[in-house]
């Protein structure tokens, strides 16, 4: 269906974003829970367009 192709490209340029971020893309965090925290972080900030 056409919706997945669409939501599959929203996803792609949310991680394209995301990765923008030295901490997401290196993943320096060494626990899981940190890594969220750091991805939450710049989730945030890339919804309020910092």
């Known amino acids: 269906p056409q919706w997945v192709y669409r939501n599959r490209h929203l996803v792609e340029n949310l991680w394209a974003r995301l ?8 993943r320096y965090e060494k626990t899981a829970t940190s ?5 939450h972080l710049a989730a945030a900030a890339d919804w309020i367009k910092i």
């Not at 923008?20 to 893309?25: H, M």
């Not at 890594?35 to 991805?39: D, M, N, R």
């Open 19 to 26: 990765k923008e971020w030295r901490a997401v893309a290196t």
């Open 35 to 39: 890594f969220l925290a750091v991805l």
